[in-house]
């Protein structure tokens, strides 16, 4: 499972060292029930994440759905290189989800999007 942290502005789901088929789906739950509470913007946070799968995408881009649906601001946190980077990459993510290099920037840019 992933730490969970929520602000005012924001709800952070950081996500463990590894993710795949063993957690995939419970941190997707984690993700989807932060968005339903009503927080005003999500931020996944990949930075200590050193493995991930197809599960890993899934729960981003599932989370990105349900967030669009919402209206819900999104930001994932990539680390700047390594197995998840590269991943992200090839699957296409930067085209899908708005990408930061580390989480003080994403909250910066939800706080400027903000009305």
Known sequence: ???????????TLTFPAEVDLSNGDAILAQAVGLL??????L????????????NGLNVITHS?????????????VLPPRGIV??????????????????VATAREALAAAAP
């Open 85 to 102: 980077r590269r991943v992200s990459e090839v699957a296409g993510l930067q085209r899908r989800v708005a990408i930061a290099p580390d």
């Open 43 to 54: 931020i996944l946070d990949l930075t200590g994440c050193t493995f991930c799968d197809s």
């Open 36 to 41: 339903d509470s009503g927080i005003p913007a």
């Open 1 to 11: 499972m992933g730490r969970v942290e929520c602000t005012e502005t924001c709800g």
């Open 64 to 76: 990105q759905m349900r967030a669009t649906e919402l209206g819900v601001p999104m930001w994932v």
